[in-house]
């Protein structure tokens, strides 16, 4: 109860600060946040890796999945966004076996603001030593026909989403959301992805995307077969 009580309290601290500075964003999204965080640590069935000052998040079913290894990557170039003082861009890494088969699961968040160039930078540490079954997903903060995605795609990598959806314009990032209101940038973006090598995509489509919103980005849901 003293937990819970204090992660009230932080909480809406936290929200009185994102409603000054940032945007009007309801208290039950970040409280929702934070005691899921709780209910998930208490759980015999999921696991989570969450990124040491990214922010990032990985969930996977530990009576399915054997974690195998984790790495945390804070971008060695953090330049042209002003909100990587707040909360730096980065990638969190883990390996997953599964049937005797180890998968690599990269999250990443690359640069909001600035140019293309830090971020290809990023993305080219998240490309390195990549060998064996790989899922790459996160928000990129590009339309899907920019260099930072090419520059995946050339690595063998599939983008999911249009891989089996080839008319459906895909907008994460879309102004029917009103959590969009107040960010600078106003044209519906496809931001966010999952891209795969390796491994076959059985299906992928946009996901919260309708009210009640959780994020101000809608999110995807790619099946594979394994």
Known sequence: IGVLIANIIYCIVATIFYYIFFQPQPLLYIYFY??????????ALIEWLEGDETGLMILWKKDIFKLYSVNHLKFSNQEGDI?????????????????NRDICIKNIHLNALGENIARCKQVEEVLENINIPTIITGDLNVHENSIEVEKILSHNFKDTFRETNLKDNGYTWNSVNPLTKGWMRTENLRVDYIFSTCIDILSSKIVFDKPPFLSDHFGILSKFKI
Request: with cysteine.
């Open 34 to 43: 934070k005691c899921s965080k709780i209910l998930l640590q208490s759980s």
């Open 83 to 99: 909100m990587n003082y707040i909360s730096p861009r980065g990638c969190i890494t883990l390996i997953l076996s599964f049937n």
